[in-house]
């Protein structure tokens, strides 16, 4: 018996329901504001390796939130600094999380 194969014009094409940064994003979040893991430094961790990149890219709550994580969580200057950057990109792009942190970081 022969088998045909099914050309690729015939089987269909499922779009993305969600994009792989916005998903990292919506992880990360999670792990985030899951209250059974808020004190987790492995889930901190996790949350901040998924949104180092989408905050790179430009993605705004990815901005803000790794810049919060970053200003309270990191021990030394360097890392407080790109926290703190981050939330100044992510203020200035509107995100109101970010100006609120600001603007208890700066008093």
Wanted: a positive charge; charged letters at 30%; aromatic letters at 4%.
């Amino acid at each position: 018996m022969k088998f045909r194969s099914v050309s690729d014009s015939v089987t269909p094409e499922f779009p993305r329901v969600t994009s792989p940064k916005r998903f990292s994003v919506r992880v990360a979040e999670w792990l985030l504001d899951s209250p059974r893991l808020v004190d987790s430094l492995n889930a901190k961790h996790l949350a901040g390796r998924l949104l180092k990149q989408p905050a790179r890219e430009g993605v705004v709550i990815a901005q803000s939130r790794l810049g919060q994580l970053m200003c309270r969580e990191c021990g030394n200057a360097r890392d407080r600094r790109i926290g703190h950057d981050l939330l100044r990109q992510a203020a200035r792009a509107g995100d109101l999380r970010a100006q609120q942190e600001l603007g208890l970081i700066e008093d």
